[in-house]
């Protein structure tokens, strides 16, 4: 059960914050998307990555590659909003469907490995935190009703379940649950690596982020 809540919860937990605190330090947002990146970056190849190359030949590379490959498509409709940048127009009170979409696609893909693996599960809740208090503090500004924000919110929240619950009931996919994992894979590649270098401002050395990286990193080795 924790597997479906953890993710919903998360959504939750990063929504209330930005209503309730209502917080202005993107420094500080940086730094928790810079630690956010590190530990998904270092559960995927501590945990994900073995796994996956547990069946030998070149295929599941393919597959890696063609989940970097997705991620970059998907990312030309979510404008950039899986690493913390929202490129959209804020005086748009259309409900942002394209976005909805890429980012669910995203999320159902991630919650398919999920289940049973708790440092990926980790990862997640890690990752969704930051990226919840940004498309929230993006919506509060645009002239999205209050309707549309919880209601995007809300189905935001069930997407890395609904991935999860179809893992678990679809034979069909659960015959290509190593091949999805490695597609997944290429996405947290893109996704967490992207985040690294766009939260390094002016390529000059951040002692704080470095010291935020390596923190990420010894957490999801020893978890």
């Known amino acids: 059960m924790l597997y479906y809540l953890a993710p919903i919860l998360t959504v939750i937990i990063g929504a209330i914050f930005v209503f309730v605190f209502k ?15 590190a530990f998904l970056l270092s559960v995927t190849v501590f945990n994900l990555l073995p796994e996956v190359f547990e069946t030998p030949g070149k295929d599941i590379g393919l597959f890696i590659m063609a989940g970097i490959l997705l991620q970059i498509c998907l990312e030309f409709f979510s404008k950039g909003a899986e690493h913390g940048h929202v490129h959209l127009n804020k005086s748009s009170s259309q409900f942002p469907w394209l976005l909805f979409l890429s980012l669910s696609v995203h999320a159902i893909l991630e919650g398919f490995p999920v289940h049973g693996n708790e440092s990926l599960l980790y990862g997640i809740i890690i990752h969704k935190i930051p990226i919840a208090i940004i498309l929230t503090s993006f919506f509060i500004e645009s002239e999205l009703s209050k309707s549309k924000i919880v209601s995007f919110l809300i189905l935001f929240a069930l997407m890395t379940p609904l991935g999860s619950y179809l ?19 290429g996405i947290f590649l893109h996704i967490s690596t992207t985040i690294l270098f766009e939260s390094n401002e002016g390529h000059t050395f951040n002692f704080r982020k470095l010291l935020v990286i390596v923190g990420a990193i010894t957490v999801a080795y020893f978890i």
């Open 167 to 185: 893992s678990e009931t679809a034979p069909f996919l659960n015959q290509y649950y190593t091949e999805i994992s490695a597609v997944v894979i």
């Open 23 to 37: 917080p202005s330090q993107k420094k500080n947002l940086k730094l928790l998307l810079a630690f956010s990146g």
